[in-house]
């Protein structure tokens, strides 16, 4: 029911925005968050946003480069990614949840997952 997208290779420096497509229900009033997961290391929680599209929350290891939205009305979520790193390079992940609690977020307790996207930053 979540479909994530538009990762790919991008030198460092670079952007990407990488975007999740809800189907099957509105998600509208879900939360909406974003995940990574680099190669041997454990999958981690990037941004968050209310269904309130005003109120969102950010790693502090993506805050000031990684913007996060959404759409409703397209049922879409987006990660807009500034200034990438190799150290941004991870497959990465849409979840959604009926509820706002950024405690959920950071441990990952989500409803809904989509698959994964690559996102591979080059020094």
């Known amino acids: 029911q979540l479909q994530a997208s538009g990762g790919g290779l991008v030198q460092a420096g670079g952007s990407l925005r990488l975007s999740c497509a809800a189907s099957g229900r509105s998600f509208s009033t879900y939360a909406m968050g974003w995940f990574r997961q680099a190669p041997g290391k454990e999958r981690v929680f990037v941004a968050a946003i209310h269904w309130n599209p005003g109120i969102t929350f950010y790693s502090d290891s993506v805050k000031g480069r990684f913007t996060i939205s959404r759409d409703n009305a397209k049922n879409t979520g987006y990660l807009q990614m500034n200034s990438l790193s190799p150290e941004d390079t991870a497959v990465y992940y849409c979840?959604?949840?009926?509820?706002?609690?950024?405690?959920?977020?950071?441990?990952?307790?989500?409803?809904?997952w989509g698959q994964g996207t690559q996102v591979t930053v080059s020094s």
């Open positions: 979840a959604a949840d009926r509820e706002w609690n950024l405690a959920k977020f950071k441990s990952g307790r989500l409803l809904y």
